[in-house]
């Protein structure tokens, strides 16, 4: 088929299964291509908890235990002491198995839920057609998913975590998994516990999925009901409403059972509470001081009335916090514009999807609504609940915390360009409709080009700081200097650099847990000092030859006070900061 | 309109739903009239007592309608400035000034006067909107409609945005007030058709003389918002555009050949079409004749056009991506520029700005809560839908396009999200709101009450839900009344310069006692000259033979006679004086001066709470 023909028989929606067929496969093509093209080296680095994750892996393939000493099959693996979920790890570990330890393996998984995501969200658009609307036609339904598909798979949102190792990707994708698993459960109880088996997985991925998970399940199980209420020859049988009724309650049931008892393991686990407490340590709305605070002072002005006592009563402050949060997440700016500020889940030069897909965002709902209500409140449900457990801490918009809508916006927004499609079909004539359809395709791939060429060629620079960029460049560069076990003094610039000098010396994995941990951390080590105490320490004690590590300011000066020559150094440039590797023979 | 929409609204007016058989007109009109006496009261209240002080700017205002008064030039020795006046270096479209003129004729320099344009401006945006409502009701025959505009007049008097922006000297409250009142002029305007030969024989000469002014009054009232705010500037031409173009397609008669159409439009209205085009002449004939820098330098001072951020972003990225042909495509400063304006026009829209916590700046909002209130976002997105659901698309292109238009401006700024540069969108959110409201009402009628037998309960169940509703609205202005008036001219009186009034009062019953003795006034806290020749009441032609000869900062007087304008009080030269400053200001130059000069307090003037010390007024003698 030539280019011409098939742009012509896009602008004529002459879509024969093969034309279909390729563009579909061409939109795939693009989603693993970019999410795998090189996925160990852009974004530059590993951040501390994938690096930490390579270390455990490390651990777990040479021993089956993790660093700590703990066997594989914990619930809760310590870590650097911010007690991570176990799935990502395993899944990790399996990849480093097949592939070897490396940046890619650990990436990998989190690669393979982004292109399970694309597949997952066309899939669930179609589902939720045919059960909000039995009668519509496969040529809807196919529209649909293409157009949900790609516009998961420009997403930068999806693009970006989709390359990372972060375990919230992964649990949104078994999320979504378990929720397309619910809307295919209507018939079938079976399916409805395989859902429910993957909610625990999805739990045992990402901490805050334990919050949304039962309620998204509750809310996607009473849809049925609701839209066989709705439907046209809904007035059903007194007799088998009730049985209806019944049943639905209970297989809830039995299904919330499953999953508490799922959640056994995990709460039975020594670090349980540790965990939670480290995870909800986070500077959140739930912090009341500043409320009670401001709430005092208000009340105090304005007489401490009882009125007083009621409009500004704290709980109505923290709620208002809360609301701005959300606020902060539902923002078009959010969506379309800037994304998230932090530079590990964006670019900040793109909102969390491509702009142009704003005014289908806005379209979506209306076609959503207006056609299938049912549908638009599920997804509506699904994105606000979503978001709730990423409002809470003070810190948004968060791109991470609130990927669980990435699905159901995506779908949202396939049916507004499935909407714009057919109306500008029905409505305009063949050729404006070319003309507008490949108008509108030209800006989406103008985007996606620009989306494309900011994180291949300008991102990894920018972003160097933020992804621990030249950590791996230092570490290889000190013991590649080490040639009889010399002691490493590491001056301070990052307490989390030891794992970098884990992961890349010339260890198997054994020996981690043989080596003496303060607050799961390793801080001296095999010759290594990385603590500020220990370091003065042996600063003052030094024994030549030595390696010293540290920012290139930091260890000029080290030198100057401690009248150190070095006998070779090494310079590694990051974006913001130059580290210098200096092996030390003597003082001058 | 739908079809079913009319059989319904038959429906409703014939049948057992209707509130008409329980209602009078008469109640509608008595409602109304106490909504707006309530509304323009809380104006009033607030303006006296909720905002504790006048900004310099208002004293600006002030001070500058007064010298025009007694001689006929600005405090700058300008004459009738008509495009723009000196404020501060900068250059302000002057027609607030002009609206206050006679009431400071009448009333003097006083407070509250110079609030008053405001006031009025909120009264007219009030009616403005419950006239817009009346207008749609009436041409889509909405559910309740006699009830219509007193829903409209109710949200605005009780809306927070709307109360707070026309309690304070506000330009952009004026402007918003006459593109409305325009607007609303070319609606009714329209209603008389004159572009067919059986509607120009059954118009009578009073009718086509109505439309003439009202068309031509709207015109002269958009070119008076032009001379009222800046963003009017942009705003009043396109929407007058907009609204020439909605009124055309409300004349057009379907299966007229388009050139035929406006061929006899133009013979059948030639009187009027010339007395536009006079009128638009003549109202920008002065632009003409100014320097554009005057016009342009606001733009200039405040838009991202002048932000050196985006450039130089743009040059990074560009270097670092090797400066790459598509580099310098994607990250051209114009791409990053759009990128940013966008983002600025769409930060106007989140739910933060709109209901929770509003602008960010205490002078433009309570900080307690939204410009509206948390309800109103649910009846706002209803509002929405019934705009998009049941309008004339020219309608709905009229009112999106205004509140599109009215955020543009503003997103061209550093500083959004700005509650103030969008003001002129203020009355389409209202609008809305009211639809919603309306629509909402009629939901429940349709939805719930669909299923209750027996008239004497649906008129029960339907007073009963309407209470309820109103009692649970109303929470909301309650707890917004209760936290401005009692709470926020304590809290946020600073950002309103309170203090300058009482500090003013002290120095000149200083120098009362002392006549010669010289006073400094130190500048941190804001611009001292201005509140001194306010409240002092300065003749003019003193300040203005000033104007070649004093020392001067961005257009404020630094030296008066014997006062001092001055930076710090490093700067006090005198062996004898009353120098004036903030707390922490008089404690550090006091102690470092300690074995050099001694000081003794003359007055102290404090904050609302009474606690903290705003200005400090010490007898200074060198040793």
């Known amino acids: ?588 | 309109m739908e079809h079913n929409d009319l059989e319904y609204t038959k429906h409703m007016n014939k049948g057992l739903f209707s509130l008409y058989h329980y209602r009078s007109p008469q109640l509608s009109i008595i409602v109304c009239a106490l909504t707006i006496v309530i509304g323009l009261g809380m104006r009033i209240y607030a303006s006296i007592y909720a905002i504790p002080a006048l900004y310099w700017e208002e004293v600006a205002l002030g001070y500058d309608t007064y010298s025009l008064i007694q001689t006929g030039r600005d405090h700058h020795n300008n004459p009738w400035p008509l495009v723009a006046i000196e404020s501060f270096g900068d250059w302000k479209p002057p027609a607030y000034i002009y609206v206050l003129a006679p009431f400071v004729a009448m009333w003097g320099l006083q407070d509250w006067v110079i609030r008053i344009p405001s006031v009025m401006a909120g009264l007219a945006i009030m009616i403005g909107v419950g006239e817009m409502l009346a207008f749609f009701s009436q041409r889509y025959n909405f559910p309740y409609k006699k009830w219509s505009r007193v829903v409209g007049i109710s949200i605005t008097a009780l809306s927070p945005w709307a109360i707070h922006f026309s309690s304070a000297g506000w330009e952009a409250n004026l402007a918003t007030a006459l593109l409305l009142w325009a607007s609303i002029l070319i609606l009714r305007a329209s209603q008389i058709k004159t572009n067919t030969q059986i509607d120009k024989q059954t118009l009578n000469k009073s009718k086509q003389l109505s439309m003439y002014w009202k068309v031509v009054i709207a015109v002269i009232l958009l070119l008076t918002s032009m001379y009222t705010y800046h963003s009017a500037r942009v705003i009043a031409p396109i929407l007058g555009g907009i609204l020439a173009l909605w009124w055309l397609q409300e004349q057009y008669k379907h299966g007229t050949p388009i050139w035929e159409y406006v061929t006899e439009y133009i013979k059948d209205n030639t009187r009027l079409l010339i007395t536009v085009c006079i009128c638009i002449l003549l109202g920008l004939l002065p632009f003409f004749y100014t320097s554009s820098q005057l016009v342009s330098l606001r733009f200039a001072q405040t838009s991202i056009f002048s932000e050196i951020s985006i450039i130089e972003e743009s040059n990074y990225l560009k270097e670092i991506s090797g400066n790459s042909f598509i580099s310098r495509l994607f990250y051209h400063r114009y791409v990053l520029f759009a990128r940013q304006i966008a983002e600025n026009f769409f930060s106007h829209f989140t739910i933060d700005f709109l209901f929770i916590n509003g602008d960010s700046n205490p002078r433009h909002s309570v900080q307690y809560m939204g410009h509206l209130y948390v309800l109103d976002g649910l009846f706002l997105l209803v509002g929405i839908v019934v705009l998009l659901n049941r309008f004339y698309k020219r309608d709905t292109m009229l009112l999106l396009g205004w509140l599109m238009l009215a955020i543009f401006p503003a997103s061209l700024t550093v500083a959004t999200p700005h509650a103030l540069r969008i003001l002129p969108s203020l009355p389409i959110f209202l609008i809305l709101i009211s639809f919603g409201v309306l629509y909402s009402l009629r939901y429940i009628q349709e939805h719930i009450l669909r299923h209750i037998d027996g008239f004497f309960w649906k008129r029960k169940i339907t007073q009963f839900i309407i209470a309820v509703s109103i009692c649970v609205y109303f929470v909301q202005p309650v707890a917004f009344w209760r936290f401005y008036t009692q709470i926020y001219p304590t809290l946020y009186g600073s950002h309103w310069q309170y203090g300058y009034k009482q500090m003013i009062a002290l120095v000149k019953a200083y120098q009362k006692q002392h006549p010669t003795r010289p006073v400094y006034i130190t500048r941190e806290q804001g611009r001292p000259a201005m509140y001194y020749l306010f409240y002092t009441q300065q003749n003019p032609l003193l300040t203005q033979s000033l104007e070649s000869t004093a020392r001067q900062d961005m257009g404020e007087i630094l030296e008066l006679e014997q006062i001092y304008f001055i930076n710090s009080l490093e700067e006090v030269v005198a062996q004898s004086a009353l120098i004036v400053s903030s707390a922490t200001e008089m404690e550090r130059f006091t102690q470092e001066k300690t074995h050099m000069s001694k000081t003794q307090e003359v007055g102290v003037v404090t904050d609302l709470t009474g606690n903290t010390p705003v200005w400090v007024l010490k007898e200074y003698q060198a040793l």
């Open chain 1, 1 to 588: 088929m030539t280019l011409y023909s098939f742009f012509t028989a896009i602008a004529r929606s002459q879509w024969s299964p093969v034309l279909y067929t390729a563009i579909v496969l061409m939109v795939i093509g693009y989603t693993i291509l970019s999410r795998s093209y090189g996925l160990g080296s852009i974004p530059v680095g590993l951040y501390w908890d994938e690096m930490a994750m390579l270390v455990d892996v490390k651990a777990i393939l040479a021993t089956g235990r993790d660093m700590h000493g703990q066997p594989w099959w914990q619930t809760l693996f310590v870590s650097y002491g911010d007690y991570k979920l176990p799935v990502y790890i395993w899944l990790a570990s399996m990849s480093s198995a097949l592939f070897g330890v490396s940046e890619w393996a650990i990436r990998f998984p989190s690669m393979i839920a982004g292109l399970g995501t694309v597949i997952l969200s066309g899939l669930s658009s179609i589902t939720l057609l045919k059960t909000l609307a039995p009668t519509s036609t496969s040529s809807q339904q196919r529209l649909l998913f293409f157009f949900t598909v790609t516009v998961v798979s420009v997403a930068p949102w999806s693009m970006m975590f989709s390359r990372t190792g972060f375990e919230g990707h992964v649990g949104q994708f078994l999320l979504a998994l378990s929720i397309y698993m619910i809307l295919m459960a209507r018939h079938k109880t079976w399916i409805l516990i395989l859902a429910t088996v993957i909610g625990i997985i999805s739990v045992y991925t990402y901490f805050s999925i334990r919050f949304v998970w039962p309620v998204v399940f509750g809310m996607m199980i009473l849809m049925p009901m609701i839209i066989k209420q709705k439907s046209s020859n809904a007035k059903l049988a007194y007799t088998h409403k009730y049985t209806m009724i019944f049943t639905t309650f209970a297989k809830t049931i039995l299904c919330y059972l499953i999953f508490f008892i799922g959640l056994v393991p995990m709460i039975s686990n020594p670090y349980y509470s540790a965990s939670n407490q480290f995870r909800l340590s986070t500077h959140s709305v739930l912090e009341t001081h500043n409320q009670v605070l401001t709430a005092n002072t208000y009340r105090e002005i304005a007489g401490n009335t009882v009125a007083d006592r009621i409009f500004f009563h704290r709980w109505l402050l923290t709620l208002k916090e809360l609301a701005s949060n959300y606020s902060d997440h539902l923002s078009l700016q959010t969506l379309f514009i800037s994304g998230d500020s932090n530079l590990r889940h964006g670019t900040t030069l793109h909102g969390l999807f491509l702009a142009p897909f704003l005014p289908f965002f806005l379209i979506g709902w209306w076609y959503w609504w207006k056609q299938h209500k049912a549908g638009g409140i599920i997804l509506a449900a699904w994105w606000l609940i979503t978001l709730l457990p990423a409002s809470i801490p003070e810190e948004t918009p968060h791109a991470l915390r609130s990927l669980n809508g990435i699905v159901p916006l995506s779908i949202v927004i396939g049916g507004g360009l499935t909407h714009a499609y057919v109306f500008a079909r029905q409505h305009l004539s063949q050729k404006w409709h070319g003309i507008t359809s490949i108008a509108c395709a030209s800006v989406i791939v103008l985007s996606v080009w620009h989306y494309t060429y900011t994180y291949f060629v300008t991102y990894p620079i920018y972003s160097a700081r933020d992804w621990q960029g030249g950590y791996k460049e230092l570490a290889q560069g000190a013991y590649s200097f080490r040639k009889n076990n010399e002691k490493i003094v590491i001056l301070p610039f990052d307490d989390r650099f030891y794992l970098w000098m884990m992961a890349y010396g010339p260890y198997s994995g054994k020996e981690f847990a043989t080596w003496e941990s303060h607050n799961f951390q390793f801080h001296s080590f095999d010759g290594v000092v990385t603590q500020s105490q220990d370091i003065d320490k042996a600063l003052k004690d030094l024994l030549y030859p030595t390696i010293i590590i540290g920012r290139a300011d930091d260890i000029t000066k080290t030198a100057a006070t401690y009248s150190l020559k070095p006998e070779y150094i090494h310079s590694v440039y990051s974006a913001t900061a130059e580290y210098q590797v200096w092996y030390i023979a003597g003082t001058l």
